[in-house]
T-cell receptor, first 114, second 111 residues
């Protein structure tokens, strides 16, 4: 069974703080993703990584950065948290490859920025 | 980039009825179309997917159809049950690894 874990289920931070969200997968997946989920807006891709130290911007990268130093770990960084970054953050991973590309999601981190 | 539109945003059906959710995509090069189900408070999970060289796929009460010419694909759930109540997301994959998701459909099955 694929396991994707996230460092926190709930997080409360203050405006201006630096925030780290971590994601770990145990299936040797090539691809890892960070999404934010807001009501009525679906899953919006922030960043994804297709290999160690490789990253690509998604649809809404502004205000975020990422780090992938090891294959199993993908971190999302909010350099200076703002209230409009209050959201549910979902990490996902996938094997990669040309045919199918099922994404396996973590449980999510509910971030509140005060 | 790819753009995916999903309709309806909410859907309410009586138990035993069928439910249909439709998605359209913009880029004809998209080649993989998964559907995810997210129950309340849980993570999204894949329920069915279809590749661009297939027109229809079925798994028990769930089926997906793909019309490449019209660039749309649909999820069909027959004999709905209360446990089918969830948010359903469609997605389209253009480039290896990266998928674009629809905004989701909240399905409510009334007993």
């Amino acid at each position: 069974d694929v396991k994707v874990t996230q460092s926190s289920r709930y997080l409360v931070k203050r405006t201006g703080e630096k925030v780290f969200l971590e994601c770990v997968q145990d299936m040797d997946h090539e691809n890892m993703f960070w999404y934010r989920q807001d009501p009525g807006l679906g899953l919006r891709l922030i960043y994804f990584s297709y290999d160690v130290k490789m990253k690509e911007k998604g649809d809404i990268p502004e205000g975020y950065s990422v780090s992938r130093e090891k294959k199993e770990r993908f971190s999302l960084i909010l350099e200076s948290a703002s209230t409009n970054q209050t959201s549910m953050y979902l990490c996902a991973s996938s094997f990669g490859g040309a045919s199918t590309d099922t994404q396996y999601f973590g449980p999510g981190t509910r971030l509140t920025v005060l | 980039g790819e753009n995916v539109e999903q309709h309806p945003s909410t859907l309410s059906v009586q138990e035993g009825d069928s439910a249909v959710i439709k998605c359209t995509y913009s880029d004809s090069a998209s080649n993989y179309f998964p559907w995810y189900k997210q129950e309340l408070g849980k993570r999204p999970q894949l329920i069915i997917d279809i590749r661009s060289n297939v027109g229809e796929k079925k798994d028990q009460r769930i089926a997906v159809t793909l019309n490449k010419t019209a660039k749309h694909f649909s999820l069909h759930i027959t004999e709905t049950q209360p446990e089918d109540s969830a948010v359903y997301f469609c997605a389209a994959r253009l480039n290896a690894g990266k998928s674009t998701f629809g905004d989701g459909t909240t399905l409510t099955v009334k007993p």
